[in-house]
Nanobody
Framework: QVQLVESGGGLVQAGGSLRLSCAAS????????MDWYRQQVLGKQRDLVA????????NYADSVKGRFTISRDNDKNTVYLQMNDLTPEDTAVYYC?????????WGQGTQVTVSS
């Protein structure tokens, strides 16, 4: 089992920055990849924003390339999403996901609201 707890969301003006954190606990040795997803409209699908593998490779959605950075601190078992130059279109609930060989795990989500 893997438990994920996100934090760092909030209200920010357009052009501002936020850093999201996702703290993992439990069977963290089994995690192959950590992702950040966002859900912009309740009931719609969650979209992949950024991913980082256990080897450190990263991947980003085109809409956030150059503005968002995913990173991790292995000592703290935490993955971060640094979000810069935010726009109202980035408003969403952001979820952390841990992918293991057998299944995935999700956090509870953290709301990010960007005002114009």
């Amino acid at each position: 089992q893997v438990q994920l707890v996100e934090s760092g969301g909030g209200l920010v003006q357009a052009g501002g920055s936020l850093r999201l954190s996702c703290a993992a606990s439990g069977s963290i040795f089994s995690i192959n990849r950590m992702d950040w997803y966002r859900q912009q409209v309740l009931g719609k699908q969650r979209d992949l924003v950024a991913a980082i593998t256990s080897g450190g490779s990263t991947n980003y959605a085109d809409s956030v390339k150059g503005r968002f950075t995913i990173s991790r601190d292995n000592d703290k078992n935490t993955v971060y999403l640094q979000m810069n130059d935010l726009t109202p279109e980035d408003t969403a609930v952001y979820y952390c996901r841990a992918l293991t060989r057998l299944r995935d795990y999700w956090g509870q989500g953290t709301q990010v609201t960007v005002s114009s």
